[in-house]
């Protein structure tokens, strides 16, 4: 999985709770981004990165907030987590997010079930 | 119109023989497409992109994909279907900075 790590891979919380998850890479990539899937959705952008505390919304960015400190760290948080936010969370990294030869490689996702 | 659209949910296919995954691309603006593979609780796998030239591009695990500008499509195909090759297809396109756009996906089943 291209040198991309989730944690937690698994996550069981309830309605209301604030909930991290943390996307780690070792490519030393500039660009990294959150995407969620969903049945009949496919993936959907949530945020992205271009650089270190460069941050900015994708489609689906409503109730969710990130966060990058270092290059190799990307955080998503959901300040109070719904139901509607059970998904599959995937962590993506690319070398340029400007260049449509670029390739994003995708981490392994981290599953969110919100009671 | 929906940037990428995939119209099969599911295609099923016999080991050995060929398989195509369908996916068509909206006219407007560049077609830049990229094919990925998802394996069971795994992340999505990059198989293959189209940016400019040859019409057929080839990619991972013996898959190649046809672009085809008159019917805007770009569908992936495999000579001869392994059951190992069993999972979910997603087509994306390219729009811009920052923007993969992707289709709603396509299951593979290759039976034995």
């Known amino acids: 999985d291209a040198g991309i790590t989730q944690s937690p891979r698994h996550k069981v919380t309830e309605t209301g709770t604030p909930v991290t998850l943390r996307c780690h890479q070792t490519?030393?990539?500039?660009?990294m981004y959150w995407y969620r899937q969903d049945p009949g959705h496919g993936l959907r952008l949530i945020h992205y990165?271009?650089?270190?505390?460069?941050?900015d919304k994708g489609e689906v960015s409503d109730g969710y907030s990130v966060s990058r400190s270092k290059t190799e760290d990307f955080l998503l948080t959901l300040e109070s987590a719904t139901s509607s936010q059970t998904s599959v969370y995937f962590c993506?990294?690319?070398?340029?997010?400007?260049?449509?030869?670029?390739?994003?490689?995708f981490g392994p996702g981290t599953r969110l079930t919100v009671l | 119109a929906q940037s990428v659209a995939q119209p099969e949910d599911q295609v099923n296919v016999a080991e050995g023989n060929p398989l195509t995954v369908k996916c068509t691309y909206s006219v407007s603006g560049n077609p830049y497409l990229f094919w990925y593979v998802q394996y069971p609780n795994r992340g999505l796998q990059f198989l293959l992109k189209?940016?400019?030239?040859?019409?057929l591009v080839k990619g991972s695990y013996g898959f190649e994909a046809e672009f085809n500008k008159s019917q805007t499509s770009f569908h992936l195909k495999k000579p001869s279907a392994l059951v190992s090759d069993s999972a979910l297809y997603f087509c994306a396109r390219w729009e811009g900075f920052q923007k993969l756009v992707f289709g709603t996906g396509t299951r593979l089943l290759v039976s034995p």
């Open positions: 490519e030393n990539h500039r660009y």
């Open positions: 990165s271009y650089g270190v505390k460069d941050t």
């Open positions: 993506a990294i690319s070398e340029s997010g400007t260049d449509a030869a670029d390739t994003q490689y």
């Open positions: 189209y940016i400019t030239g040859d019409n």
